[in-house]
């Protein structure tokens, strides 16, 4: 499986980005799907995750309310749409792929919980 995350670029503070991630399986359908972000220096964390259905999201708590994670299964694409931008949001934004089971009302926020990883696209958030 591969992803390609793209979307990513310079804004101002306060501005909006959407990034997609485009998947390369026949099987996107059945995949939850996650965002994480590196911030430079530092390590990689979860910003959002999306179950297979769309039927449950989840958030960090920095992005609650500012940030939108979707999917359209026909396209293979997830997307997650950034809004109200931050300078502390600045990171490399890797999506994350995860084809195993997907229970609902579970948090799968940890690096192990994925198996397949985009390249990451740089977001930089200028203040």
């Known amino acids: 499986v591969q992803l390609q995350a793209s979307g990513g670029g310079l804004v101002q503070a306060g501005g909006s980005l959407r990034l997609s991630c485009a998947a390369s399986?026949?099987?996107?359908?059945?995949?939850?799907m996650g965002w994480f972000r590196q911030p430079p220096g530092k390590e990689r964390v979860f910003v959002a995750a999306?179950?297979?259905?769309?039927?449950?999201?989840y958030y960090t708590d920095s992005v609650k309310g500012r940030f939108t994670i979707s999917r359209d299964n026909a396209k293979n694409t997830v997307y997650l749409q950034m809004n109200s931008l931050r300078p502390e949001d600045t990171a490399v934004y890797y999506c994350?792929?995860?084809?195993?089971?997907?229970?609902?009302?579970?948090?799968?926020?940890?690096?192990?919980?994925?198996?397949?990883w985009g390249q990451g696209t740089l977001v930089t958030v200028s203040s």
């Open positions: 399986t026949r099987t996107f359908s059945s995949y939850g």
């Open positions: 999306i179950s297979w259905s769309s039927g449950s999201t």
């Open positions: 994350a792929a995860r084809p195993r089971a997907w229970r609902s009302s579970t948090w799968y926020s940890r690096l192990d919980e994925y198996d397949y």
